[in-house]
């Protein structure tokens, strides 16, 4: 398996200890070792060697790059030059891309190595990365538990140390979720600090990449490398790079006041994650956080708001898949149009089709799509008044822990509530991020979730490597 985390490795690498080249074989050994949990969809064994030959030379010439040698998995939902990119769909099954998405080729010039394509629930819809084309990812903490969804298998690339990192894509929680369920920190980044050209659309007012790591330093320097505008997307913002060095809180600084959620959203959680959630509140009171009750007034309309917006917005994106441009063609002279659409899409990407194309239809669309737009709006407002009363917010990142696999497959719903606590972000577009707290009873683990001020990434960064040192300390003694 490969190293702790990548600050680890580099540190080895730079004390001689260890090399990119048998850094590589550890991951291709690893992955091949548990393929079982179905983490990938395409491993590049080739061009990781070929990297990893690359950047042990830029070592011994003592002219490493800020990532040299990183091994990154990526989401099979983000371009990548000549390799294929599937979305774990049957629709692009065999799609080949003729470009790198940003993120990636800002990845590799910084000198990362990218190892393999990962698995998720088609077109990044879905909490339990069941939904994928190419099988099921499971939790490496018990397999008989789902990892997370929609970046299933990039979480688990990474717990199960078979990358240093991976590239998460996040539209109402896909990222942090998964993050949560696998014991790892993920962090979406605020709405246009990272570049969406070459992430294949799911809902573009939503989406944002980001990286799953196993330490905020890891996630920092990734996300530093990731971001900053890029000409390609137009709703890239001008801001400078997201600052890579996270410099810790100074003890006679003064702390940001945290806002602390109360029993209308813990009421909703399980035992073990309130728990959680209140030994962290202990921990934050302990060390002189000022913290503040806070309530949101538009909790209800958040799940309403994120399904219609991101189901209206995936109907439209997922209209190109037609059989004729590109992808998956059904061999039917009748009707080809709807036998690609019929064959190439599983059943709840068709599910969020219907949805969307059913909120935005002239009968439907002022009560639906036109309300949505109203309630994010509000939503927006709300964040606004909370963020007047504190500097960051501690939220759970999920109700529960990992659940089965199969659970809640058969009941759609109840799928869509687990997002219950991620999804406004993406509808505010301000930056999120999970950090591993505790264990459940079972073993599995649980995240909590900081949020920010729009723009605010560096600092959310800044205090979420403070809380992992104090979690750290805290359950080491
Ligand atoms: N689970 C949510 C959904 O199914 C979020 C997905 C995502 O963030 N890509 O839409």
């Known amino acids: 398996m490969v190293s702790e985390s990548y600050q680890h490795f580099r540190h080895d690498l730079l004390s001689g200890r260890t090399s990119c080249s048998e850094e590589v074989e550890r991951a291709l050994a690893r992955i091949e070792e548990l393929q079982h949990l179905g983490a990938f969809i395409t491993v590049c064994p080739d061009q990781a060697r070929t990297a990893a030959a690359e950047s042990d030379k830029r070592f011994q010439q003592g002219s490493p790059r800020l990532l040299e040698g990183m091994i990154v998995?990526?989401?099979?939902?983000?371009?990548?030059?000549?390799?294929?990119?599937?979305?774990?769909?049957?629709?692009?099954?065999?799609?080949?891309?003729?470009?790198?998405?940003?993120?990636?080729?800002?990845?590799?010039?910084?000198?990362?190595?990218?190892?393999?394509?990962?698995?998720?629930?088609?077109?990044?819809?879905?909490?339990?990365?069941?939904?994928?084309?190419?099988?099921?990812?499971?939790?490496?903490?018990?397999?008989?538990?789902?990892?997370?969804?929609?970046?299933?298998?990039?979480?688990?690339?990474?717990?199960?140390?078979?990358?240093?990192?991976?590239?998460?894509?996040?539209?109402?929680?896909?990222?942090?979720?998964?993050?949560?369920?696998?014991?790892?920190?993920?962090?979406?980044?605020?709405?246009?600090?990272?570049?969406?050209?070459?992430?294949?659309?799911?809902?573009?007012?939503?989406?944002?990449?980001?990286?799953?790591?196993?330490?905020?330093?890891?996630?920092?320097?990734?996300?530093?490398?990731?971001?900053?505008?890029?000409?390609?997307?137009?709703?890239?913002?001008?801001?400078?790079?997201?600052?890579?060095?996270?410099?810790?809180?100074?003890?006679?600084?003064?702390?940001?006041?945290?806002?602390?959620?109360?029993?209308?959203?813990?009421?909703?959680?399980?035992?073990?994650?309130r728990t959680v959630y209140h030994q962290v509140v202990e921990l934050l009171r302990e060390v002189d956080y000022p913290l503040v009750d806070i309530s949101f007034a538009s909790i209800e309309a958040w799940i309403p708001t994120y399904y219609i917006l991101a189901t209206a917005e995936a109907s439209s994106n997922l209209a190109r898949y037609d059989g004729v441009r590109y992808g998956y063609r059904a061999d039917d002279d009748e009707d080809m149009m709807t036998a690609t659409r019929t064959n190439g899409f599983g059943q709840e990407v068709k599910r969020r089709i219907m949805l969307g194309t059913y909120v935005l239809s002239a009968g439907y669309y002022d009560a639906y799509y036109r309300k949505a737009q109203q309630a994010r709006r509000w939503i927006v407002e709300d964040y606004r008044t909370i963020f007047a009363q504190c500097d960051a917010i501690l939220l759970p990142t999920t109700p529960t822990p990992a659940f089965k696999l199969g659970e809640k497959l058969r009941d759609p719903l109840a799928m869509y509530l687990n997002d219950v606590l991620t999804v406004s972000a993406n509808i505010a577009g301000i930056p999120a991020l999970s950090l591993p707290a505790g264990t459940s009873a079972d073993g599995l683990p649980i995240g909590v979730q900081l949020q920010a001020p729009y723009n605010q990434d560096e600092f959310l960064l800044r205090l979420a490597a403070d809380l992992e040192q104090r979690i750290a300390a805290s359950t080491s003694v």
């Open 73 to 273: 998995a990526i989401k099979d939902n983000i371009s990548t030059r000549g390799i294929r990119t599937t979305c774990a769909s049957r629709m692009l099954e065999h799609f080949v891309p003729t470009y790198d998405a940003t993120v990636v080729a800002r990845l590799r010039d910084a000198g990362a190595i990218i190892i393999g394509k990962t698995n998720l629930d088609e077109f990044a819809m879905g909490s339990s990365n069941e939904n994928s084309f190419f099988g099921s990812v499971r939790n490496p903490h018990n397999p008989e538990y789902v990892p997370g969804g929609s970046s299933g298998g990039s979480a688990v690339a990474v717990a199960a140390r078979m990358a240093h990192v991976a590239l998460g894509s996040d539209t109402g929680g896909s990222i942090r979720q998964p993050a949560a369920f696998c014991g790892l920190v993920g962090y979406k980044p605020s709405y246009g600090r990272v570049s969406r050209y070459g992430l294949v659309a799911f809902a573009s007012s939503l989406d944002q990449i980001g990286p799953i790591a196993r330490t905020v330093h890891d996630a920092a320097i990734v996300a530093y490398v990731l971001s900053g505008h890029d000409r390609h997307d137009s709703t890239s913002t001008e801001a400078p790079p997201i600052s890579a060095t996270i410099e810790p809180l100074r003890t006679n600084e003064q702390r940001p006041c945290i806002g602390i959620v109360g029993s209308t959203i813990l009421d909703g959680c399980s035992d073990d994650v």
